[in-house]
């Protein structure tokens, strides 16, 4: 599965719960079940998406490299926190975790960026950690969205 399979996908199920909240209505008493569902696809496409464009560009000939690196990283778990995502590129260059740094300073748009990606790894943990996040469906679309523009950033520098 590639990174673009990955984000497509997520978004085709987007539209179709988009589709079942026009069908059922917004009061429905499965909205909460398929918002938390979207937070949860949402959070992973976007940690799916890190791991494999750092791990694939860092592919070698020695087998057990890979093997290691898919260990350490592509098959841990980590949200995908900005923190995370440096702390992943500077294991491999530091220069990258910088690099990240530097081209979202440069974007007008940085801190909603940075506060999508991190409200949708706050909803995300308040429900595996039990708890209700009040993060709306429209909301988690849009965390989403905005945090594909990370992904993106990842994809040039690496």
């Known amino acids: 599965m590639t990174v673009q399979n990955i984000v497509t996908d997520c978004h085709d199920e987007f539209k179709k719960i988009e589709h079942i909240i026009l069908g059922l209505g917004r009061m429905h008493h499965i909205m909460p079940f398929l918002t938390k569902y979207a937070i949860i696809r949402a959070c992973g496409a976007i940690e799916f998406s890190y791991k494999t464009i750092i791990c694939d560009a860092h592919v070698v000939a020695n087998p057990r490299t890979n093997n290691f690196m898919d260990e350490m990283l592509r098959n841990s778990s980590m949200n995908p926190s900005l923190d995370n995502i440096r702390r992943s590129l500077n294991r491999f260059d530091e220069t990258l975790g910088d690099e990240l740094t530097t081209r979202l300073r440069l974007r007008p748009d940085r801190s909603k960026i940075e506060s999508s990606l991190k409200s949708l790894n ?17 909301q988690a679309v849009e965390y989403f969205n905005d945090s594909l523009v990370v992904v993106g950033i990842l994809d040039d520098i690496v």
Do not use: L, Q, V, W
């Not at 308040?126 to 469906?137: D, E, K, L, N």
């Open 122 to 138: 706050e909803a995300r943990n308040a429900f595996a950690h039990g708890g209700h996040p009040t993060t709306s469906f429209e």
